[in-house]
């Protein structure tokens, strides 16, 4: 079965500090996809980034940036410099083509991150 | 370019009452999503569709709950009947394939009295 854990329930830091969020999944298929989306106040799912588990080169893209780590079973997402239009929750999500021929993502349960002016 | 549509963004009604909840995906996607979002449950994927046939729908919860997708431009989730514990953000998405990134709706706030 597949299984995504962000163990970080809630995470509040003062703004310009840098802050990781962790994720770790479980998943039997040697193919498979991660990805991040942020849910701000708002209520509205945001696409951040895709990566499938044969690439495992790190991305930035501005102040974000994503260290996946196969090894440890491990796609944790950093904020350099957060400001307060961070304040989200962030989930990570996985997606295998074999499971049991459906796709779809299997999110974590999230984690609301809070940045105090 | 529209991004997927939802209707209703909040519907209220009453325990017994039919709901039916409306996406419109983007123009192009092959697959279609329906999530649910509630505090205890978090995000889960209730079923699929791919080119307009129902792939996986063990994620529906029980009988009341249905899906429909008659063309590739429109689908229904419905709910018959309510019951207040369906009271919940539902969350339309599409996606090219099924493991391109989804992109969603902006919700429905289902709430059931």
């Known amino acids: 079965a597949q299984k995504v854990t962000q163990a970080q329930t809630e995470i509040s830091v003062v703004e310009k500090e840098d802050v990781t969020l962790d994720c770790v999944y479980e998943?039997?298929?040697?193919?498979?996809?991660l990805f991040w989306y942020k849910q701000p106040p708002s209520g509205e799912l945001v696409f951040l980034i895709r990566?499938?588990?044969?690439?495992?080169q790190n991305e930035i893209s501005g102040r974000y940036s994503w260290n996946f780590q196969k090894s440890t079973s491990s796609f944790n997402f950093t904020i350099t410099a957060s400001q307060v239009v961070d304040s989200a929750v962030y989930f990570c999500a996985l997606s295998s083509p074999n499971r049991g021929g459906a796709d779809g993502l299997t999110f974590g349960k999230g984690t609301h991150l809070i940045i105090q002016p | 370019d529209a991004g997927v549509i939802q209707s209703p963004r909040h519907e209220v009604t009453e325990m017994g009452q039919e709901v039916t909840l409306r996406c419109k995906p983007i123009?192009?996607?092959?697959?279609l999503f329906w999530y649910r979002q509630t505090m205890m449950r978090g995000l889960e994927l209730l079923i699929y569709?791919?080119?307009?046939?129902?792939?996986?729908d063990s994620g529906m919860p029980e009988d009341r709950f249905s899906a429909k997708m008659p063309n590739a431009s429109f689908s229904t989730l419905k709910i018959q009947p309510s019951e207040p514990r369906d009271s919940a953000v539902y969350f339309c998405?599409?996606?090219?394939?099924?493991?391109?990134?989804?992109?969603f709706g902006s919700g429905t706030q289902l709430s059931v009295l």
């Open positions: 569709f791919n080119n307009n046939v129902p792939i996986d």
């Open positions: 998943t039997r298929d040697t193919t498979y996809y």
């Open positions: 990566r499938n588990s044969f690439d495992e």
């Open positions: 998405a599409s996606s090219l394939t099924g493991t391109e990134k989804l992109l």
């Open positions: 123009s192009g996607h092959n697959s």
